[in-house]
Every structure is written in structure tokens, then in C-alpha cells.
């Protein structure tokens, strides 16, 4: 029971009903645990969307290096992933649709870094300083997997990275669409016959002018004005690029949570 004043951050009952059971337990023998681990998530969700510092956390919530060490914690033993899948599911399900999609969308987003860090670099084409995300989502706009890497890297050698890493996983995927940065006939082949994605390019029509919505295409960029609502991640504040992409796996977590209660 939380005693205290209610954020709107903060997950309901129904929504923690759901979580609970798929959070790490405590580990046998020791002291008992006495950190509430549904104030650990209302933490997090909290720094995320208000884009406060880590240690600029409420005083009514547990300790800040508390909140970051499961935070941290979770992060290295693959919580945050898993959870991201397990909630997936449940939104596709409750949807009407299979738990394994079977086309995505792919698309990246350069954004500006703040501070120092690894991994970064200049998008001449954006004209920014800093860091690129290159994500694929379902045709939902439900994170399948992101990469987080230099915004001087083009999208082909994101969907590299990306596909390198997680193409084992998606194999259930029958066609991509993404945009022509990602295109090239030679690349679509090599991706296809490398990783077994078979890349559809949704180009802008011919003597198109100004901003269109385009087929498949606007659903990962929904996906981004959703990433939007939350202040941690209009900037890159990480120092590390894969706790980057932790913080999108939980601000998608928080967002699925609120659409299953």
C-alpha cells in the first residue's frame, strides 16, 4: 500500500496485478527485502516521464541509488526485456492478434546527446550532434527490438547492428517495410540472403510535396511521437547507448501497462 500522494506516473493495482508476478523474486536466506518494488517501478516511470536526474528523485519515493540499482540491475540480468516481450503479448492478444507478428516496421531517429558519452556522432543529413535509434516495431507500434548507436552511422549500417543482434529472433517476420534510407536493391538482396528479412521499401509518391501520411510507414513513426511523452527521452542523457535502449524497453513497458488496465 502506498502512503503517500498519488503521481500520475504511478502504476494502479490492476496494473501492478499484472507486473508483480514477473519481477525478479528474492533471493533465499539474507535479510527480507524491504524496499517495495512497486515504488522501485513507480520511480523509474517517474524519472522517465518528467526526465528528472537520478538523484533529483522525490524524497517520498525509496532511496535514489536504491531506485538505480534495480533499475541497473534489471537491466543487466535482461528484466526489462523480458518484461517488454511478456507485455507484447498480453496487448496482441487482448487485440485479437497472434503473440508472434508477422510483419514489422523499421525506422531510426537521430537525436541530440547530452553531455558526454559513448558512441556518439554527427547526422550531417539532420544536422544533429549526437545519437541514433534505430527501432522495429510491430505493425501495432510495439517495440520488437532497438539499437542505439552514433548518429553518423547511416541506416544501413543500423539495420546492421540491429539485424546482427536480434534477426535470429524475428524470423517469424514475413516482410519489413521502411523507408529508402534503408533501401538499395544490392543491400535489400544482401539483407535477405544474410539475415533472412525481406526489406519492403514504402517510397513518397511521385511529385510529392510537403508532408503525406504514408502506408506502414506512419506506424513507427507513432511509435516515435509516442517516446515523445516521456522528458528522458527527447534527449540522449546516458552515458552508455544500451542504457539508452533500456529506457525505451521501460517507457514502452509503462505504455503497454496502460493499455491492458
Given at each position: 500500500m502506498i502512503i503517500r500522494e498519488f503521481y500520475s506516473t504511478d502504476i494502479t493495482d490492476s496494473q501492478?496485478?499484472?507486473?508483480?508476478?514477473?519481477?525478479?523474486k528474492a533471493k533465499t536466506g539474507g535479510r527480507k527485502r524491504k524496499t517495495s518494488l512497486r515504488e522501485i517501478l513507480n520511480a523509474i516511470f517517474y524519472m522517465l516521464r518528467t526526465g528528472c536526474a537520478w538523484r533529483l528523485l522525490p524524497h517520498d519515493f525509496p532511496k535514489w541509488r536504491t531506485v538505480y540499482g534495480y533499475f541497473q540491475q534489471w537491466h543487466e540480468d535482461g528484466t526489462w526485456r523480458k518484461l517488454n516481450r511478456i507485455f507484447r503479448e498480453k496487448v496482441r492478444l487482448k487485440a485479437g492478434r497472434n503473440t508472434h507478428p508477422s510483419a514489422g516496421c523499421l525506422d531510426s531517429?537521430?537525436?541530440?546527446?547530452?553531455?558526454?558519452?559513448?558512441?556518439?556522432?554527427?547526422?550531417?543529413?539532420?544536422?544533429?550532434?549526437?545519437?541514433?535509434?534505430?527501432?522495429?516495431?510491430?505493425?501495432?507500434?510495439?517495440?520488437?527490438?532497438?539499437?542505439?548507436?552514433?548518429?553518423?552511422?547511416?541506416?544501413h549500417q543500423g539495420l546492421i547492428l540491429l539485424a546482427t543482434w536480434f534477426a535470429p529472433l524475428w524470423q517469424c517476420?514475413?516482410?519489413?517495410?521502411?523507408?529508402?534510407?534503408?533501401?538499395?536493391?544490392?543491400?535489400?538482396?544482401?539483407?535477405?540472403?544474410?539475415?533472412?528479412?525481406?526489406?519492403?521499401?514504402?517510397s513518397k509518391k511521385q511529385g510529392?510535396?510537403?508532408?503525406?501520411?504514408?502506408?506502414?510507414?506512419?506506424?513507427?513513426?507513432?511509435?516515435?511521437?509516442?517516446?515523445?511523452?516521456?522528458?528522458?527521452?527527447?534527449?540522449?542523457?546516458?552515458?552508455?547507448?544500451?542504457?539508452?535502449?533500456?529506457?525505451?524497453?521501460?517507457?514502452?513497458?509503462?505504455?503497454?501497462?496502460?493499455?491492458?488496465a
Open positions: 501492478w496485478q499484472l507486473v508483480e508476478p514477473h519481477l525478479p531517429q537521430s537525436l541530440k546527446k547530452a553531455g558526454t558519452g559513448q558512441e556518439t556522432g554527427y547526422d550531417g543529413g539532420k544536422k544533429v550532434n549526437g545519437r541514433k535509434r534505430t527501432i522495429l516495431v510491430d505493425t501495432m507500434g510495439l517495440l520488437l527490438d532497438v539499437v542505439v548507436h552514433g548518429a553518423h552511422r547511416s541506416d517476420l514475413q516482410v519489413i517495410w521502411t523507408d529508402s534510407t534503408f533501401g538499395g536493391k544490392d543491400f535489400i538482396y544482401w539483407v535477405e540472403h544474410t539475415f533472412g528479412w525481406n526489406l519492403n521499401v514504402v510529392q510535396k510537403g508532408f503525406e501520411v504514408l502506408p506502414r510507414r506512419w506506424v513507427v513513426e507513432r511509435t516515435f511521437a509516442w517516446f515523445g511523452r516521456y522528458r528522458r527521452l527527447s534527449k540522449d542523457y546516458e552515458y552508455l547507448p544500451t542504457t539508452s535502449e533500456t529506457m525505451i524497453h521501460v517507457a514502452m513497458l509503462h505504455l503497454m501497462l496502460q493499455r491492458l
